[in-house]
T-cell receptor
Framework: EDQVTQSPEALRLQEGESSSLNCSYT??????LFWYRQDPGKGPEFLFT???AGEEKEKERLKATLTKKESFLHITAPKPEDSATYLC??????????????FGQGTILTVHP | NAGVTQTPKFQVLKTGQSMTLQCAQD?????MYWYRQDPGMGLRLIYY???????DKGEVPNGYNVSRLNKREFSLRLESAAPSQTSVYFC?????????????FGPGTRLTVT
């Protein structure tokens, strides 16, 4: 069964304190690993897609990396506005043309000024 | 562009009542999706429509029906609501008819079934 596990469940940082969020996945035939940001009361907002081990993508203070078993979202010198829930999702080959997108439960990030 | 819009934003139903959640996108996207989000469960796909005129079941389709009314609109219907359907429902769309394309989400509908 496909599984996506995110850790930690919650992370509190001081402004400027860099850290990483982890997304471990077990899927058959990974076709893509997605990262989303979700603010309270809103829908998820797309951040990155990674397709193969070794791939990296950056956006402002965020950098996503991918290995064969996990993905990391590195946050460099975070600011309070980076506070949100970060979701990862793994897309497998699936038995249908669609495949299956499995979401993790998310990591709640709080950055204190 | 408004992106993906959903109505209503909040709804309270009694067990057995029916309702339709509406979703529209103005990005000329081909694919549309319905998810539910429950605490501790993550987002789960209910139904999707890869292109206008087609719909397919996702991970948790039982108790729901969908209609792809046209390219812009994709509705989700609960025929006989149950407390287990209390959740936050998100509609999403993507430009390409492949699931690896990035999805744009609406603001959600918070549904409570008593």
């Amino acid at each position: 069964e496909d599984q996506v596990t995110q850790s930690p469940e919650a992370l509190r940082l001081q402004e400027g304190e860099s850290s990483s969020l982890n997304c471990s996945y077990t899927v058959s035939g990974l076709r893509g690993l997605f990262w989303y940001r979700q603010d309270p009361g809103k829908g998820p907002e797309f951040l990155f897609t990674l397709y193969s081990a070794g791939e990296e993508k950056e956006k402002e203070r965020l950098k996503a990396t991918l290995t064969k078993k996990e993905s990391f979202l590195h946050i460099t010198a975070p600011k309070p506005e980076d506070s949100a829930t970060y979701l990862c999702a793994a897309l497998n080959a699936g038995g249908t043309s669609y495949g299956k997108l499995t979401f993790g439960q998310g990591t709640i990030l709080t950055v204190h000024p | 562009n408004a992106g993906v819009t959903q109505t209503p934003k909040f709804q309270v139903l009694k067990t057995g009542q029916s309702m339709t959640l509406q979703c529209a996108q103005d990005m000329n996207h081909n694919s549309m999706y319905w998810y539910r989000q429950d605490p501790g469960m993550g987002l789960r796909l209910i139904y999707y429509s890869a292109s206008e005129g087609t719909t397919d079941k996702g991970e948790v389709p039982n108790g729901y029906n969908v209609s792809r009314l046209n390219k812009r609109e994709f509705s989700l219907r609960l025929e006989s609501a149950a407390p287990s359907q209390t959740s936050v429902y998100f509609c999403a769309s993507s430009e390409l008819t492949v699931p690896s394309d990035e999805q744009y989400f609406g603001p959600g509908t918070r549904l409570t079934v008593t």
